[in-house]
């Protein structure tokens, strides 16, 4: 294996990790994975080792999932949160993954741009430059759609807040 298919290897779970998060659905994430890696590989010599394997990655994967969004439906099954983070059940009380589950039911209520912003930044930590460039829009848009998905999220919260009470 040479350096270039290492460097796309170390990759795969966090790929995969953000096409379940994009599909909501193990067997498309797996394909969704499938498709950038196969794209990846085919085009490797595109990379042009400017800025992190893990962004052109994304970017491509991001790409992969927008084109193949338009051909087929998307189904929007729920995830248990135990197949996200496995270790999540093992440490915490029903208490905790009731709110984790009314904050994956909040996400899920977000509009596509702004869920995968959210995504980008909280879920796998890319700085803004970063998650800009893998969208394929302006920092400033980034920031805009991270400001109103975080501001949509907490109307969520704390209309499932009152309505609990």
Request: charged share 25%; net charge positive.
């Amino acid at each position: 294996m040479d350096e270039l298919q290492w460097l796309i290897a170390r990759e795969i779970p966090h790929l995969h990790r953000y096409a379940l998060a994009l599909l909501r659905n193990t067997d498309a994430a797996d394909d969704l994975v499938q498709d950038c890696l196969e794209r990846a590989l085919r085009k490797q010599q595109l990379w042009r080792r400017q800025g992190s394997m893990r962004s052109w990655l994304f970017r491509m994967l991001y790409n992969v999932f927008l084109n193949t969004r338009n051909t087929r439906r998307r189904e929007r099954l729920v995830v248990p949160l135990e197949a996200i983070e496995p270790t999540m059940i093992e440490c915490s009380r029903q208490e905790k993954y009731v709110e984790y589950r009314a904050i994956a039911q909040a996400l899920d209520q977000l509009p596509a741009p702004q869920y995968a912003a959210i995504m980008l930044i909280a879920w796998e930590g890319f700085a803004y430059d970063e998650a800009a460039w893998i969208l394929g829009v302006p920092v400033g848009t980034l920031r805009s759609r991270l400001a109103r998905g975080r501001e949509t999220l907490r109307a969520l919260r704390a209309g499932s807040s009152a309505a609990q009470q």
